[in-house]
Nanobody, 117 residues
């Protein structure tokens, strides 16, 4: 079955760092654009970062310079390195990709990141 499983979330202090991982299975991972989104309760889910099959990256302005998305195609895994974390980064972070019809966008279960002193 197609699946994305996130890990690495947790509680960190402002200014701290965390690395999220997303393990993919059931599809040809290396050919797909991968994406990280995040969501705060009561707010819309928002794009954080994307990475293409060739390694081209894009970031939301709010995280540019602090977060780095990367992928290891041999391990079918995408990462999100988060540095200089701020309380406003607190959210559930979701790994996702857009699979062909009829499956559509595939989401992981999410991992909680809490930035608090």
């Amino acid at each position: 079955q197609v699946q994305l499983v996130e890990s690495g979330g947790g509680l960190v202090q402002p200014g701290g760092s965390l690395r999220l991982s997303c393990a993919a299975s059931g599809f040809t991972f290396s050919t797909y654009v991968m994406r990280w989104d995040r969501q705060v309760p009561g707010k819309e889910r928002e794009l954080v970062a994307t990475i293409t099959r060739g390694g081209t990256t894009n970031y939301a302005d709010s995280v540019k310079g602090r977060f780095t998305i990367s992928r290891d195609n041999a391990k079918n895994t995408v990462y999100l390195q988060m540095n200089s974390l701020k309380p406003e980064d607190t959210a559930v972070y979701y790994c996702n990709t857009n699979l062909p019809f009829p499956r559509g966008r595939l989401w992981g279960q999410g991992t909680q990141v809490t930035v608090s002193s």
